[in-house]
């Protein structure tokens, strides 16, 4: 098995590509609430109704995206700590906290969700692409080994393709 000793940088710019694909993909998914504003009084009344349940499904769901974007500032951050050691990483990860766009006031509005994620992918495409204008990428010595940064860069590419799915379905689900 071979071990590298550094990262890609191609890997870095694509993921930071990926995240501004996806950014774009969101910015552009409108929140579907057009019927809501077609229906008359009694059958908005009774679509709403029957949407309550389609909500209490969707609901937890929405928490749940509010999360894996969080959890998708991990990425980065074992980036940083198999470039930079352990102690670098703990010191990336308090700053790239800060800089988190603020999770949204009422999340169980698919609106402010979708805003919050297009935040995160903002964020994280210019990271990305801060780690790929790296001069040196070489790994550190002192630092994590696995499962290594191409499994990482791989992961995180997943883990954000999910997130965007997630928050295009709820986008999609007429629940504004």
């Known amino acids: 098995m071979i071990v590298k000793s550094e990262?890609?940088?191609?890997?870095?710019?694509?993921?930071?590509?990926?995240?501004?694909?996806?950014?774009?993909g969101l910015v552009d998914?409108?929140?579907?609430?057009?019927?809501?504003?077609?229906?008359?009084?009694?059958?908005?009344?009774?679509?709403?109704?029957?949407?309550?349940?389609?909500f209490k499904k969707l609901q937890p769901q929405l928490h749940l995206i509010v999360v894996g974007a969080q959890d998708a500032l991990r990425?980065?951050?074992?980036?940083?700590?198999?470039?930079?050691?352990?102690?670098?990483?703990?010191?990336?990860?308090?700053?790239?906290q800060n800089r988190m766009p603020e999770v949204p006031q009422d999340p169980l509005k698919v609106q402010s969700i979708k805003l919050f994620i297009v935040g995160v992918f903002d964020l994280l495409e210019a990271v990305f692409?801060?780690?790929?204008s790296r001069e040196n990428l070489s790994l550190s010595t002192n630092g994590p080994t696995k499962p290594g940064p191409?499994?990482?860069?791989?992961?995180?590419?997943?883990?954000?393709?999910?997130?965007f799915l997630k928050v295009e379905a709820a986008c999609l689900s007429n629940i504004p």
Do not use: N
Request: charged share 30%.
């Open 129 to 132: 692409s801060d780690l790929a």
């Open 75 to 96: 990425h980065p951050v074992a980036l940083v700590g198999y470039l930079d050691g352990f102690e670098a990483r703990s010191i990336f990860d308090k700053q790239l």
């Open 150 to 163: 191409e499994r990482t860069i791989e992961v995180a590419q997943m883990h954000l393709e999910s997130l």
């Open 7 to 24: 990262v890609s940088r191609e890997s870095l710019r694509h993921l930071s590509d990926v995240c501004a694909a996806l950014k774009r």
């Open 29 to 54: 998914q409108s929140v579907d609430v057009s019927e809501h504003r077609q229906l008359s009084f009694w059958k908005g009344f009774l679509h709403r109704r029957a949407q309550k349940k389609s």
